[in-house]
């Protein structure tokens, strides 16, 4: 998703869904620190940053989608 938006030459975009992605990694792995057993802590910690990964992928192809003009084949994508 993000060599989409390098080939359109946007790199605005692919910062901030980094940002995001961070963020989103930040405020789940504190959630799994503070909430979770230590046993589990770790555990939880990689799934929330496979899960902030998965927010980025979702946000950056819902912005690809409307630079392409709803021209992003997702079912293709996905199949690939």
Request: hydrophobic residues 50%.
């Amino acid at each position: 998703m993000l060599r989409g938006c390098y080939a359109f030459e946007d790199t605005r975009t692919p910062f901030w869904t980094a940002v995001l992605i961070s963020t989103v990694n930040i405020a789940l792995a504190t959630v799994c620190h503070w909430l979770l057993p230590v046993r589990w802590a770790v555990t939880g910690m990689a799934a929330g940053y496979a899960a902030s990964y998965g927010v980025g992928l979702l946000v950056t192809a819902a912005l690809l989608r409307r630079r392409l003009a709803g021209r992003l084949d997702g079912e293709r994508l996905l199949r690939t």
